[in-house]
Every structure is written in structure tokens, then in C-alpha cells.
């Protein structure tokens, strides 16, 4: 008993793989266009840095560095003390819209991109279920 029970189990997650495997699919392209407006997201608050505390804080000296920095900002693995100290008003202004337009505007347009897909693959599902319910019926009538 146990041995079926599992084995459906695998099934069940074989079978919700491979609905993560065709949403993935389908939602590659919106996905490519996600990663380039994040990397351009992060090249402009790069450049944006270098402006604000460039010569004034080390990891903001070169485009790299900066890019490396925010990097870790997204990580959370930046200090911000010689930020406050350079500039008080303007360094958590930058971090907050850096954290802002990152994690909450981008983390959703994933989100939103994913639950698209996933209610176009399930509307298509529903659809040519439909069509064989209707199919069958019809053969159905036609055989009585």
C-alpha cells in the first residue's frame, strides 16, 4: 500500500514538472526581455553611482566595482555606513529606489509574467477539454 501511494506521489510531481517544464517554455521570451531590462536596470543605477559617490567611495571608483556593488546591495552584503557618511541624504534615497525598482517592481513582473503563462497554458487545457467533451457528445447524439 505504501509503495502505491508513494508512486502516485512521483506521478503527481512527474506530472507537476512537467508543467513547470512547459511554462518555462512558453514564457522564455518574456523571461529574456525580464533579464535585459534587468541588467540595464543595473548598468544605469551603476552609472548613477559612479556619478553620486564615484571618486568619494571606493567601490563606486570604476563601472565594474559598481556593478559589483549593487550586486551585493541585492545580496545584502554591502555597508552602508560610508555611504551615509559621504552623502546622508542622498545615499539611502539611491539604495531605497535601487531596492524599490530591484527587488519589488522586477520581483513582479516575474511573478506576473509566470501567472500569465501558467493561465494561458490551463485556458488552452480547458479548451481542448471542452472540445472533446463536445466532440463526444455529438458522437454520441448522432449514434442514438
Do not use: C
Not at 552602508?80 to 557618511?85: G, L, N, R, S
Not at 490551463?122 to 449514434?143: T, V, Y
Request: aromatic share 16%; no cysteine; charged share 15%.
Amino acid at each position: 500500500f505504501l509503495l502505491i501511494m508513494r508512486s502516485i506521489l512521483i506521478l503527481k510531481f512527474f506530472r507537476l514538472i512537467n508543467i513547470f517544464h512547459k511554462v518555462l517554455y512558453i514564457a522564455l521570451k518574456n523571461v529574456l526581455h525580464f533579464a535585459i531590462f534587468l541588467i540595464l536596470t543595473i548598468l544605469i543605477f551603476a552609472l548613477t553611482g559612479i556619478i553620486l559617490f564615484g571618486s568619494r567611495v571606493l567601490v563606486f571608483s570604476s563601472f565594474t566595482k559598481s556593478v559589483m556593488a549593487l550586486l551585493a546591495v541585492l545580496t545584502r552584503n554591502m555597508q552602508y555606513v560610508q555611504f551615509q557618511e559621504v552623502a546622508p541624504f542622498v545615499a539611502p534615497v539611491y539604495f531605497i529606489v535601487f531596492y524599490g525598482v530591484t527587488l519589488v517592481v522586477l520581483s513582479r513582473i516575474v511573478a506576473a509574467i509566470f501567472i500569465r503563462t501558467m493561465y494561458e497554458l490551463r485556458r488552452g487545457r480547458a479548451d481542448q477539454e471542452q472540445e472533446e467533451l463536445a466532440h463526444f457528445l455529438w458522437n454520441k447524439f448522432q449514434e442514438w
